[in-house]
């Protein structure tokens, strides 16, 4: 899936490529929230701390309960 291809991209140091790979994981699937998740430590990566946390946000919308999103979101 894009969501396991943003992943391995960011585990590889690739943060821009994950980012890529997760926002069209949310083209495909709007309310994915592991994508919105995902995004959000991506962009954070990239330098880009406030669409980041917009980003986690928005997961945390989707998936209230998400002990992932919650430690991710700081």
Known sequence: ?????G?????????A???RS???AIYARPDDAEAWGAL?????RTGRPQE???ALDR?????PLSPRI???QG
């Open 52 to 54: 980041g946390l917009q």
């Open 40 to 44: 959000g430590v991506a962009l954070c």
């Open 22 to 24: 997760f926002q069209s």
């Open 1 to 5: 899936t894009m969501v396991d291809q």
């Open 70 to 72: 919650a430690y991710n």
């Open 7 to 15: 992943w391995m991209a960011l585990r590889a140091g690739d943060a």
């Open 59 to 63: 997961a945390a919308q989707l998936a």
């Open 17 to 19: 490529g994950a980012a």
